[in-house]
């Protein structure tokens, strides 16, 4: 028997505590303020380092945004612009604006991004389709556009001259301080579209845009994207008052992909030059930068298959390129964000060819400098550059993958990174663009999300949103029995080492058995056991006498590549197997009872719920499966690519994973299947395939439909309730017989 890493401690916190915990209810959990606390997302510093901004949801209305700011010298945080005061938020966002939102798990309201200008005296802020900008000299926030389309992708210009947007398929610009909009395209309709990020740039790629300016301000490079050759996909939009049929184009695997070119627009001559990608125009445009002196384009090109990436090198003026670096992978390649070109014209770039992601430093040519760090860990993130001191600021799990914090390394002389922020728990860093000072945001499961501003040594400057676990916090009420989850390993078939986490029952006595339940995503890249803070909903599980349980298996995120890759032509096979090892774990325990376990999960995690409920010999009674793939030839190409292959060269992948072929296996009753019925990611189809599957075969099971919803779980106060409340009934029925 494998025993726990980390034994739970007593619940006990630093300060007074309170006598009696509050118990912790469905309404409770979806009400205002938020019982996570005042948190800060969207973190950026000013250009000139003098304040640091920030998102903060209304206390009265968590799902609605405002920006804020806390001055570097200190003095209380303050609410820089009220979202309340500029729109009602009743505006309906455009059909591309809605998905746009959903393509980067945007839920909130009100100010929900916004931008600085390179030379910190502008921040720009769309809101509810149109345009704001707050200047930093004198406060005032002015209306830039009041259009009947939406203005989406928005930006400042590097040194402030112009604003950037998208509408109606077209690029445009518009002179801060006077002046008429200009449009840089105009052939913009029907499939064709100018500047943006096309589906699976978005979903897949995490490329959310599709224009970028030049540090100058003197060129944009934009794309031109035709999604003729897409499949339309007919969708049923089924919403409380109706429903409407959507014609979406929907790449689904092994068919056609949208073609992307790439020009580059001078703004003086108004002439655009096409930058050549090659023949083959069935490639991912996966990411965009300029070089530091705004004379070159970098492009990372992605082959169809994703298992080679090059870099190429494109005179800005004249639209030649050259490739300078290319990456291959004999299973896949999966895109970062660690590409940073250096003002002596070198760059920093992550490879996980040494068999976990590390940095590397290459000449201008392309030429290997140095590898800057390197061990038996993979770096999560490059976060930033200190080009003053020739460090590299990172994200890693160094010590475990349980825990991340913040290092920094020389890329002049590369040697032992030295850590910037503590251990136990899990660190996130904005990065200044010049300096190394940054905003670092920690949490642990004792710890709701902090952030604060740190100097480049570490030290901590002053606090942002301190959100401390006291009298007056959201949280305090119910901090008496703060769950606190227990850590271990089980290992794989192969000898990996597969990480878990339990939650136990509120008052547990060890002298019961209690039903349990596995809460699984199980997704290629994902990693959900860290020592982070908890779900609040999750602690609804615990009052009502349930163990929860969570594991990592083959095919994570934040591990080595050839933990990674396991999944690779096998969905639905060695992540099952590493679930089913937990869950036979989890029997041995002598406070579960080993007849009541059920399993839930969304999305992935449906299809997980799903192959679990039908393996051989299946510890499960009972599963709810939301918003579930049921058929892997029925999703996105670059996801079902990436570790599938297409439907042609992986029949019998695709067979064996699509759960028809399993429900002869399927328990009656054991079943709670929930989707939105308006879901743009895992078309509704997936589950109307199933459940007529079922119906004809005559397996009960319970299902539970939300009109108007897309594929993210519902969060809205009455829908998440519901959500939640419907979770809890169905396993009740199930394990508790109630």
């Keep these: 028997m494998i025993k726990p890493s980390l034994t739970v401690l007593a619940t006990c916190l630093a300060l007074s505590t309170p006598v009696l915990a509050e118990k912790l209810t469905p309404e409770r959990i979806f009400a205002d303020p938020s019982l996570n606390g005042p948190t800060a997302k969207g973190v950026a510093l000013s250009p000139d380092g003098k304040r640091v901004t920030y998102l903060k949801s209304k206390a009265e209305a968590a799902n609605v945004q405002d920006l804020w700011a806390a001055d570097v010298k200190g003095g209380e945080p303050y609410r820089l612009i009220d979202s309340a005061a500029l729109s009602s938020g009743a505006k309906e966002l455009s059909e591309a604006e809605k998905a746009r939102r959903e393509r980067a798990r945007v839920s909130s309201r009100g100010i929900v991004e916004y931008s600085w200008d ?260 993979p770096v999560s993130a490059l976060e930033g550059v200190d080009e003053a001191r020739n460090v590299a600021i990172f994200a890693a799990s160094m010590d475990t993958p349980l825990e991340r914090r913040i290092y920094e390394v020389s890329y002049a002389k590369p040697g032992k990174p030295k850590a910037l922020t503590s251990a136990g728990g899990w660190w996130t860093a904005k990065v200044a663009e010049t300096g190394g000072a940054f905003a670092g945001s920690y949490n642990d499961p004792k710890t709701p999300p902090q952030t604060a501003l740190y100097a480049p040594d570490g030290k901590r400057v002053r606090w942002i949103e301190e959100n401390r676990l006291a009298e007056g916090h959201p949280y305090w009420p119910y901090a008496a029995t703060l769950p606190v989850p227990e850590y271990g390993s089980l290992k794989a078939a192969d000898g990996e080492t597969l990480y878990y986490e339990i939650l136990k029952p509120q008052g547990f006595d060890p002298s019961k ?179 007529a599957a079922l119906q004809k075969k005559t397996i009960p099971f319970e299902m539970m439909l939300y009109p108007g919803e897309r594929h993210s779980a519902p969060g809205s106060k009455t829908k998440g309730q519901h959500v939640l409340k419907t979770h809890l009934g169905f396993f009740d029925r199930k394990l508790k017989g109630q």
């Design 118 to 377: 390179s030379q910190g005296r502008f921040i720009l802020v769309p809101l509810d389709g149109d345009l704001y900008l707050d200047s930093v000299a004198d406060g005032k926030v002015s209306r830039l556009t009041e259009t009947p389309g939406d203005e989406v992708d928005a930006k400042v210009s590097p040194k402030g001259g112009f604003v950037s947007y998208v509408r109606d398929q077209n690029l445009y610009i518009k002179p801060i301080i006077g002046g008429a909009e200009k449009a840089l395209t105009t052939d913009g309709k029907d499939a064709l579209s100018f500047g943006t990020s096309e589906f699976i740039a978005q979903e897949e790629l995490d490329r959310f845009t599709g224009y970028w300016w030049s540090p100058n301000e003197s060129r944009i490079v934009y794309t031109r994207v035709d999604e003729s050759g897409v499949d339309i996909v007919p969708r049923a939009d089924i919403g409380p008052g109706g429903a409407t049929v959507v014609l979406q184009r929907y790449p689904r695997a092994g068919r056609p992909n949208a073609v992307v070119d790439l020009f580059v627009q001078d703004l003086a001559t108004g002439k655009a030059v096409q930058l050549d990608l090659g023949a083959n125009k069935d490639i991912y445009v996966a990411r965009v930068d300029w070089s530091a002196d705004g004379k070159t384009v970098y492009v990372q090109r992605l082959s169809r298959d994703q298992k080679t990436l090059d870099l190429i090198a494109f005179d800005a003026a004249t639209g030649l390129g050259k490739t300078i670096l290319t990456d291959t992978d004999a299973h896949y390649i999966e895109i970062s964000d660690d590409f940073r070109p250096l003002n002596d014209g070198s760059f920093l770039w992550s490879s996980e060819k040494d068999g976990n992601r590390h940095l590397y430093r290459h000449a201008a040519d392309g030429k290997l400098i140095a590898q800057i760090t390197k061990g038996d860990w």
């Design 513 to 691: 058995k209690y039903p349990a339940i596995v809460a699984v995503y199980g997704g290629p890249h994902a990693q959900q056991v860290k020592k982070t803070w908890q779900s609040a909903s999750e602690r609804t599980y615990l009052e009502a006498g349930y163990v929860i349980f969570r594991l990592d298996n083959r095919g994570s995120g934040n591990r080595s590549a050839k933990f990674m890759r396991a999944l690779d032509r096998r969905l639905g096979t060695v992540e099952v197997d590493d679930q089913l090892v937990g869950a036979n774990y989890l029997k041995t325990l002598p406070y579960v009872d080993a007849d009541k376990l059920g399993v839930m999960g969304w999305s992935y995690g449906g299809f997980m719920t799903l192959m679990l409920l039908t393996a051989d010999n299946t510890p499960f009674k009972a599963g709810a499966a939301g918003a579930p793939p049921t058929e892997w030839g029925l999703y996105d190409t670059a996801y079902t690519e990436r570790y599938m292959g297409t439907p042609a060269q992986n029949k019998d992948g695709y067979a064996r994973s699509d759960i028809l072929n399993r429900l002869d296996k399927l328990k009656p009753g054991s079943l709670l299947l929930l989707h939105g019925m308006a879901d743009d990611n895992v078309i509704f189809e997936n589950s109307t395939r199933l459940i």
